[in-house]
């Protein structure tokens, strides 16, 4: 069984918080960058897409690591980061 964690990573590279699941990371994200009038996007392979959980979970699925950077304008703002616990 693989157990992994999800540390949230502010603007500064600064943490925030972990968590053992990806909703958790996911919530406390769109609390950190809540802007109010503007979209939340996710920055993959150079485009911004528009962001939402199930998007979130498909993105970490099939990888053991990884990063999802977040944003609402023009800068990254937040950052999760999937980590796996070694055995």
Same mark, same amino acid.
């Given at each position: 069984?693989?157990?992994? *964690? ?12 972990g ?19 503007? *979209? ?31 944003? *609402?304008?023009?800068?990254?703002? *937040? ?9």
């Open positions: 069984m693989n157990l992994y *964690a999800y540390v949230l990573m502010g603007y500064d590279d600064e943490i925030i918080g968590y053992s699941s990806v909703k958790s990371a996911y919530r406390d994200g769109l609390k950190q960058i809540n802007k109010p009038n503007m *979209a939340v996007h996710y920055v993959h392979e150079g485009q911004l897409k528009k962001i939402s959980l199930s998007e979130v979970r498909m993105y970490f699925k099939d990888r053991t690591k990884g990063v999802l950077k977040m944003t *609402a304008g023009r800068r990254v703002v *937040a950052k999760i980061m999937k980590c796996p616990f070694l055995s």
